[in-house]
């Protein structure tokens, strides 16, 4: 790979997640290329890319489908807003499918460009619905503690509890919080799993309760929640959770912007996780993060709310430039062409074992607590000093984490470091040897640290 001779001063450009200071001394890791699983840096050292980019680059990053997707839509029409009464074939096909394969019955389709974007649009979707059916109070919405589901103001304030949150003092008036579930790290001792699930719904109903139902308008959660530190539910949450909306006429909305296209070992992360949503996002591997796009979908009940508002006011007040973009929905819908094509997740059911392997075998290392594994999605926790909380309480890179980190780059694999343990969620395409190669390489770098 070609070496690229930048002229950089180093704390020009604000990195995101990362640490100004240190931005002012250190150059940053540079990369330049991209083959399959890997990616190379501007002095030609090759990465395994653990962690898929941000959990997104499903099909790896040389898919020449994709590149040629883009393309030919680049040469027909490269860009046209789908808003008032027009569109592009790419974006209506792309609807069509998604609805096609959604878990929900009459699903309608919107576009956006980010995950963040598409959450924090159903948000106000979710209170223009609630405020043309006669129900302008039901505003307040419900995440797990500590979750992530996006960057604008909103969402930081639907996050809660770590520093991505905390720091910004954003306001979280109509921000409700429960526990994150994590079977079975999260239990008291000597609790069933049933008996937790029990005790999390009781939380649910009971945080319901005191803000008054009448103002709670949704819960957003993540089938099994990546961003947070890869945590599972006990079995049956989900089922326990919606039973509890239900009595309170509450929306369920199900995050799928990491969990969705096979990631979970089936195509979306409501399926493997039994739910039933009323709504949901996606994003990342829509497109296999070759494009930024994301959509929303809505469920026919809900949709029909949108379109009774619509009716009253005359248009539904929303749009951007650039979502729903030409050029993303034909990369997207390429996307799931080879998703199908290729049975991806078959392939990812053949190699979960390899995958569960290779985490479980860590656990003999004498740096890691435990590991955690769902479908082709891993964590490992790191014995840290003052590491207490089953959910971390910051997910400020730091400490042992991001000695693992450095030392990973030496040894040429990319992980993500949460505040207490390493999240790795490789493309979809992995193969068994690389896996082999992924988790020698990880072991390499937990042994130069030790
Ligand atoms: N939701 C979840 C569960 C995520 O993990 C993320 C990002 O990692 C988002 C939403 C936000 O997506 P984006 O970074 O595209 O805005």
Not at 24 to 31: C, D, F, K, N, T
Not at 244 to 258: C, F, K, N, P, S
Not at 266 to 288: E, H, N, R, V, Y
Request: glycine share 8%.
């Amino acid at each position: 790979m070609a070496s690229t001779k930048l002229n950089y001063r180093n704390d020009t450009l604000m990195l995101g997640f990362s640490d100004l200071k240190r931005l002012r001394s250190e150059r940053p890791l540079v990369l330049t290329g991209g083959r399959g699983i890997r990616v190379f840096d501007e002095r030609g050292r090759d990465y395994i890319e653990a962690v898929s980019s941000f959990y997104c680059v499903a099909l790896g990053y040389s898919d020449e489908e994709l590149i040629e997707a883009a393309i030919a839509q680049m040469r027909a029409l490269p860009i046209y807003p789908s808003a008032i009464d027009r569109t592009v074939p790419a974006v209506m096909e792309l609807a069509e499918k998604l609805a096609a394969l959604s878990p929900m019955p009459q699903t309608h389709v919107t576009f956006a460009t980010t995950g963040s974007e598409a959450n924090d649009h159903l948000i106000k979707f979710i209170w223009y619905a609630n405020g043309f059916s006669g129900e302008p109070r039901r505003r307040k919405i419900i995440s797990r503690w500590s979750s992530y589901h996006g960057s604008t103001i909103q969402l930081t304030a639907l996050g809660g509890g770590s520093d991505l949150h905390r720091s910004f003092a954003v306001p979280t008036d109509e921000c409700l919080y429960v526990s994150h579930p994590n079977w079975p790290g999260g239990a008291e001792p000597g609790e069933s799993e049933s008996a937790y699930g029990d005790r999390l719904a009781a939380e649910l109903r009971s945080v319901i309760e005191q803000a008054g139902p009448e103002t709670v308008a949704a819960f957003f959660a993540e089938p099994v929640s990546v961003s947070a530190g890869m945590y599972v539910p006990p079995a049956g949450y989900f089922t326990k959770m919606k039973a509890v909306l239900d009595t309170y006429g509450i929306l369920l909305v199900a995050d799928e912007v990491v969990t969705g296209f096979g990631r979970t070992g089936q195509f979306w992360g409501t399926q493997t996780l039994d739910i039933k949503p009323d709504c949901m996002t996606s994003s990342k591997a829509l497109s296999s993060a070759y494009q930024p796009i994301s959509a929303i979908l809505m469920s026919g009940d809900f949709y029909d709310r949108l379109e009774r508002g619509s009716t009253e006011k005359g248009w539904f007040a929303h749009g951007g430039t650039y979502h729903a973009h030409p050029v993303a929905a034909a990369v997207a819908l390429k996307t799931i062409e080879i998703y199908e094509r290729r049975n991806l997740v078959a392939h990812v059911r053949a190699i979960m074992p390899a995958w569960a392997r290779g985490l479980a075998a860590l656990k003999d290392h004498p740096l890691v607590a435990e590991t955690r594994c769902f479908g082709l999605l891993g964590a490992v926790q790191l014995k840290q000093p003052g590491d207490g909380g089953a959910v971390p309480a910051s997910l400020r890179i730091g400490g042992l984490p991001a000695q693992v980190y450095q030392a990973g780059l030496e040894a040429g694999i990319i992980v993500r470091p949460l505040a207490n343990c390493l999240v790795l969620s490789p493309p979809l395409i992995i193969t068994t040897a690389e896996i082999d190669e992924l988790f020698e390489r990880l072991t390499r770098a937990l042994d130069q640290v030790l």
